[in-house]
C-alpha cells in the first residue's frame, strides 16, 4: 500500500465511531458566525440627533445615550450633523449601514414638513427609514422680551397691526415655528417677516439683541428665559397646555384656529434594518422613556412622553401628514 493510499484508508472519516464528534465540530464551526452576526448590539452606537450640539433634541439624545449605554454595555455616541433644517443629518442617517448601529432622533420637520415643501429631497421619508419609536409629542411657544408692550396673544396682534414690518426668528424653514408663525401672519392680517436661523440659541440671541422683534421657543428655553426676567410667552401651539408652564394659555384658547397640531420627538433606523435589531431598540426605547427621571426631563423640555410601538408611529405619522400639507397650503409657506 503507498502512502497515499494508507493516508485515505487510515483518515478519521472513515471511522465511523468519530463521526458524531465530527458531525458536531460542523455544526458549530458553521453556527459560529450566524451567532456574531445576530450579537447585537456588539460595538459603538451612534445617534445622530436633530440640529446642533447644545440643542433640545441634542440634549434629549444624550439623555437617551447615557441610559442605553448602562442597558447594552456598549458605548453610545451622539453625532449631531447641522443644517439644512435637518435633512443633512437625515440623509447621513439613511444612508447609513442598516445594522442598528446608526439612528436618527428628529422631529416632523425632516420626515413631513420637508417631504411636502421640497420634493427633491435626497431621500424618502417613507422607503428609506424604519420607524423605530415615538418618543413624545409637544409644541413650540410665541415669545417676545420681557419689556414687550403686550402680554398675551390678543395684545400682540393688535400691536402687530398697528406697527407693521415686525420680523421673528425660528430654527429653520418649514419648521413648525414657521409654519404657525406664517398662519398667524395670514389669519391676523399681519405684515411680518420671517428670519430663518440653524439654532434656537441664536434665534433668542438675536431676540434679546433686539434684532428681531418677537420669536419662537421650546418650552424648556421659554420657562429658563421667562425665570431669568428676559422673555414672556404669548401663546403655546398644540392641542394642549404643557405641565411645566400651565399659565400659557394654547391658540385655541385665544380663538386661533389651526395651532393645535402636536409636533412629535421620533428615532428612526436605515430602511432594511434587521426585525431583530428593529425590536430590541423598540424595547429599549419604550422602557428607557418610561423611566422616572426619563420622563421627568421630557417634560421639562414640553414634551409629553409616549414611548410607542413602530406601528403606532407609523399611524401617527399618515395622520399627521395630511394635516401638515393643510397648515402649510393654509399658511401660505414655499421651500423659499
Known amino acids: ?36 452576526a445576530q450579537a447585537f448590539p456588539h460595538r459603538v452606537i451612534k445617534i445622530v440627533p436633530f440640529g446642533t450640539g447644545g440643542g433640545p433634541i441634542d440634549t434629549i439624545a444624550r439623555v437617551y445615550a447615557d441610559k442605553l449605554r448602562e442597558r447594552w ?15 443633512i443629518a437625515a440623509d447621513a442617517v439613511a444612508k447609513a449601514e442598516p445594522d442598528g448601529y446608526t439612528v436618527l432622533m428628529t422631529l416632523p420637520l425632516t420626515h413631513i414638513n420637508a417631504a411636502i415643501l421640497q420634493p427633491k429631497l435626497p431621500y424618502d421619508p417613507v422607503k428609506d427609514f424604519a420607524p423605530l419609536s415615538q418618543l413624545a409629542t409637544g409644541g413650540p411657544m410665541l415669545v417676545a422680551r420681557a419689556d414687550a408692550p403686550f402680554n398675551d396673544l390678543r395684545e400682540f396682534v393688535d400691536y402687530a397691526r ?20 406664517a398662519l398667524l401672519q395670514r389669519q391676523a ?3 411680518i417677516t420671517h428670519v ?15 434684532t428681531l422683534d418677537f420669536a419662537w421657543a421650546n418650552p424648556a428655553t421659554a420657562r429658563v428665559q421667562t425665570q431669568a426676567g428676559k422673555m414672556k410667552v404669548l401663546a403655546i401651539a398644540g392641542s394642549k ?34 426585525q431583530a435589531v428593529i425590536d430590541q431598540w423598540t424595547t ?8 422616572p427621571e426619563v420622563r421627568d426631563r421630557l417634560i421639562a423640555f414640553g414634551f409629553e412622553p409616549l414611548g410607542g410601538t413602530p406601528q ?25
Do not use: C
Open 312 to 336: 403606532v408611529f407609523v399611524d401617527s405619522y399618515r395622520a399627521d401628514f395630511p394635516r401638515v400639507a393643510e397648515l402649510i397650503k393654509a399658511a401660505g409657506v414655499t421651500a423659499d
Open 241 to 274: 397646555r404643557v405641565s411645566t408652564m400651565p399659565q400659557v394659555p394654547t391658540f385655541k384658547e385665544q380663538g386661533f384656529t389651526g395651532f393645535d397640531l402636536d409636533s412629535w420627538i421620533g428615532m428612526y433606523a436605515p430602511a432594511r434594518t434587521p
Open 196 to 210: 430663518p436661523y440653524k439654532a434656537e440659541a441664536a434665534v433668542h440671541s438675536d431676540l434679546f439683541g433686539k
Open 162 to 181: 398697528k406697527h407693521p414690518g415686525l420680523n421673528y426668528g425660528t430654527w429653520g424653514n418649514g419648521s413648525a415655528a414657521h409654519l404657525f408663525g
Open 189 to 191: 392680517g399681519l405684515q
Open 73 to 87: 454595555g456598549q458605548p453610545v455616541i451622539v453625532e449631531p450633523k447641522p443644517g439644512a433644517s435637518g435633512i
Open 1 to 36: 500500500m503507498n502512502p497515499e493510499t494508507s493516508l485515505i484508508m487510515n483518515a478519521p472519516w472513515r471511522d465511523r465511531r468519530a463521526w458524531p464528534a465530527a458531525a458536531v465540530a460542523i455544526v458549530l464551526s458553521l453556527a459560529t458566525p450566524l451567532v456574531h
Open 284 to 291: 429599549a426605547l419604550q422602557e428607557i422613556t418610561r423611566m
